[in-house]
């Protein structure tokens, strides 16, 4: 509750949300506009850049589905030769 509503208060710090007991404090008012900011920019930081964490995901995506790709292929491959298999087999038991 406290980390949402210092949230809100980057935003609007005028909010009638911080009237409330819990939220009026001056130390909360203190907390949420020198402590959250600065925690929640390291925590950005920690993070990594988005757009290196988009391009991470998408490779790893595109390794997956080039795997499944790959996977479905021999499984084609598996069952048109135990289809072809099966095709002797009945043909040997008709004679």
């Known amino acids: 509750m406290c980390k949402s509503a210092a ?3 980057q935003v609007r710090p005028k ?4 009237c409330l007991p819990a939220l009026a404090s001056e130390e909360v008012k203190l907390w949420m506009s020198t402590v959250f ?5 390291a925590l950005g ?8 964490l988009e391009q991470i995901q998408a ?3 595109q390794q997956a589905l080039e795997q499944m790709r790959h996977l479905s ?6 069952l048109e030769a135990q289809a072809t298999q ?3 087999l009945n043909d040997k038991l008709d004679c």
Do not use: C, E, K, W
């Open 7 to 9: 949230a809100i208060y």
């Open 15 to 18: 909010s009638s949300l911080f």
């Open 37 to 41: 900011p600065s925690q929640l920019a």
């Open 45 to 52: 930081a920690a993070g990594g850049d988005p757009v290196d």
């Open 59 to 61: 490779s790893a995506l």
């Open 73 to 78: 292929s021999l499984q084609t491959q598996q």
């Open 86 to 88: 099966l095709a002797h």
